[in-house]
């Protein structure tokens, strides 16, 4: 059975840090395509980032470039996400998920077949 979890999450200033971390087990970590989405109150899950299975290839949604960055450690089963300079309007709950396939779909949740429950990160301005 797959499971991603995610942590790190919590209250910071706006212009402070962040690191999220998802660790997974139950599959073959090293050949899963890693992905974060965040999703706001009253609004869809959005894509956040995408890191293909070596780590070398990476993608990102616009609001991310330059302050997100995404990483992976295929020792240790886990995926990051740190994320700087962050703003009130980053306040979302964010997820990891999981596929097998690094493609054009890269942003779509629907193809993402293992989803963690999510951390909280809240910003106050």
């Known amino acids: 059975q797959v499971h991603l979890v995610e942590s790190g999450g919590g209250l910071v200033q706006a212009g402070g840090s962040l690191r999220l971390s998802c660790a997974a087990s139950g599959l073959t970590f090293s050949r899963a395509v890693m992905g974060w989405f965040r999703q706001a109150p009253g609004k869809e899950r959005e894509f956040v980032a995408v890191?293909?299975?070596?780590?070398?290839?990476?993608f990102y949604a616009g609001f991310a470039k330059g302050r997100f960055t995404i990483s992976r450690d295929n020792a240790k089963n886990t995926v990051y996400l740190q994320m700087n300079s962050l703003k009130p309007e980053d306040t979302a709950a964010y997820y990891c998920?999981?596929?097998?396939?690094?493609?054009?779909?890269?942003?779509?949740?629907?193809?993402?077949?293992?989803w963690g429950q999510g951390t909280q990160v809240t910003v106050s301005s």
């Open positions: 890191i293909g299975w070596t780590g070398s290839v990476s």
């Open positions: 998920a999981a596929k097998l396939t690094f493609d054009g779909s890269n942003s779509d949740t629907g193809t993402y077949a293992y």
